[in-house]
């Protein structure tokens, strides 16, 4: 009882060792009903509100209560929302025994980090440096105390106080056991590159390795997020030889490639007009088993065709679709394209042979030109067993389809397999009058007539 009453009294008369007692410090701003200069009368309230709710008779003053009354009580008040950080250090000085631990600093750090008040933030870090966490015994520090300082300085490279967040990570060092995880050098890392410094950037990455970051408890190296955002500075910096090297870093650190990455290379590369070394990067990555599966070079092909150079565009294609990394429909089609403006045909009717038997099912207007491109070279049986191959994988011919082969069969004289195509034309509905029908067959009896005379006229 004695010992609740002098709590009481140091309500009514702070000690001079508070950092800031309750009647001298101003509210810190925020959202609440609160005005912006507190009134006496209010000061009562709060001594009042105290004494109801956290200063009980029956209940001793200890972090888990404080942090009760903080979240339940205090907290949700329309007027004394905002003293919560006045309440905290108030209570590190009424008792001799009483001492803050990292549940009460981890509320206290995110109260005032979610509501953007930094410049009590870092006050709040540097009373933690000077009152270090009891829990846990001996000479080691408090496993708490990474956590804590990783959600703050996340929080401080949100809002771009990348200042503060170097001297939280400062202070971190200062209380923890051993090295900082690889997780808040990439929190650093990415709140540098999202700032648009890029050389403090790559400063802090250096002093990571310098520092020598060993694989957590999870085995995590330097990851791939902070290799990707590390690389993408470098190619806005339009460095491509140091983006190359970073990726090679990766490559030493153990660190897989994602398909992030590659898509980030590529891109980089074709960017700066160095397409054909992009080309060359990806067959050495897939060669080296660095490639990560399902890998798609759609980028790539896309900007090979767009330079003339649609052989190398195939020839990556081939390779890697050998070896199991099947490209994607975006990617074939957009090589059929570039394979037909360049008058490579053959290796178009190759490509689509290809897709077929891999379930890669062509939409309908590029399997029509191919099938045009057929017809015209005299081909039109090899381009209807392609028909009959697409029909086996779900594409279903057109009417211009059908078209095609018929007019096809007809340049080539062959009336009975144009007949058949005719019938099957009537039975999907693709003649709509007699007129047609009778065009399409006098086209097919009119062709065999002529072609007649000619093995005639040959033989005499």
Known sequence: MKK?????????????????????????????????????????????????????????????????????????????????????????????????????????AHSLASSHRFSPLRSLLTFIAANPCPCSPGIFSCPEMEPLFRSVIDALCRSRKLDDAVFAFE??????????????????????????????????????????????????????????TLIQGVFRERKVDEAIEMANEMIR???????ATCEILV????????????????????????????????SLVEKLCGKADVGRAFRVVNELWMKGNVPSLIACTTLIEGLRRSQRRDDAFELMEKMLKDSIVPDIVTFNCLMQDLC????????????????TKGLEPDEMTY??????????????????????????????????????????????????KKVRAVHR
Request: proline share 6%.
């Open 4 to 108: 609740r009453k002098n709590l009481v009294k140091s309500l009514q008369n702070p000690p001079s060792k508070c950092p800031q007692s309750l009647s001298q410090q101003a509210p810190t701003p925020s959202l609440s009903l609160f005005p912006s200069t507190p009134q006496p009368h209010h000061q009562n309230q709060l001594i009042s509100f105290l004494k109801a709710h956290l200063l009980t008779n029956h209940q001793p003053l200890t972090p888990k209560t404080l942090l009760h009354f903080l979240k339940t009580k205090l907290h949700h008040h329309p007027i004394f929302t905002h003293y919560g950080l006045q309440v905290f250090y108030w209570a590190a000085t009424v008792d001799d025994t009483f001492r803050h631990d990292h549940s009460t600093f981890l509320w206290m």
């Open 171 to 228: 202070t971190m060092k200062k209380l923890i056991d051993g090295r900082p995880g690889v997780v808040i050098y990439n929190v650093l890392i990415n709140g540098y590159l999202k700032n648009g410094d890029f050389e403090e950037a790559l400063r802090f990455y250096k002093r990571m390795e310098i520092e020598r970051v060993k694989p957590d408890e999870k085995g995590c190296r330097p990851n791939v997020v902070s290799f990707n």
């Open 253 to 259: 650190s153990g660190c897989e490639f994602s398909l």
């Open 267 to 298: 891109n980089g590369l074709c960017k700066e007009g160095r397409v054909l070394e992009g080309s060359d990067l990806v067959i050495d990555f897939f060669r080296r088993g660095l490639l990560p599966k399902g890998f798609d070079c759609c």
């Open 376 to 391: 015209d070279l005299g081909r039109t049986m090899n381009a209807d067993k392609f028909r009959l191959l697409a029909l």
């Open 403 to 452: 078209n095609i082969l018929v007019y096809g069969y007809t340049r080539d004289g062959r009336r009975k397999e144009g007949e058949n195509l005719v019938d099957e034309m009537l039975d999907k509905g693709f003649i709509p009058d007699i007129a047609t029908y009778n065009r399409l067959m006098d086209g097919l009896s009119d062709s065999t007539s002529s072609t007649l």
